[in-house]
């Protein structure tokens, strides 16, 4: 099985997507790392406030740290295979990335046209809005 790894940078709770003002990149990528295990693709986010040591542990992870400080999270590994530094990649790229079929057709939102909230359940404007972590 393939296995994505996201070493995300320092955020509330484990996706960022809490509080009152939610980045819709990380509602968006959420929703796509949803999508991938939809697909069958394993998907593990290591946040750097809640498990700084998991950075440490791994040497490409701790290089990349090393050579662009925190700019250079969020991390994307396919496996032990570095594919991405400094930005959260599209579906498409994800997709790519983990060999799986994509077309642009299948859009950016969840399967059914929703997006999760920040604990991994679906939740409607109001609920998401006021926070949840």
Request: glycine share 12%.
């Amino acid at each position: 099985m393939t296995n994505v790894t996201v070493y995300d940078p320092a955020m509330c709770c484990s996706t960022g997507i809490c509080g009152a003002e939610v980045d819709q990149q990380l509602v968006t990528f959420a929703a796509d790392l949803d999508w991938l295990k939809s697909k069958g693709i394993a998907v593990t986010r290591i946040n750097l406030s809640q498990e700084p040591a998991k950075f440490a542990e791994n040497d490409k992870v701790k290089a990349v740290l090393e050579s662009s400080g925190v700019e250079g999270l969020p991390v994307i590994m396919l496996g032990d295979t570095l594919n991405s530094s400094g930005r959260y990649p599209a579906r498409g790229e994800l997709a790519e990335m983990a060999g799986v079929a994509y077309t642009s057709e299948t859009g950016t939102s969840g399967q059914d046209g929703s997006t999760s909230g920040c604990c991994g359940s679906k939740k409607s404007a109001e609920e998401t809005s006021s926070g949840c972590c």
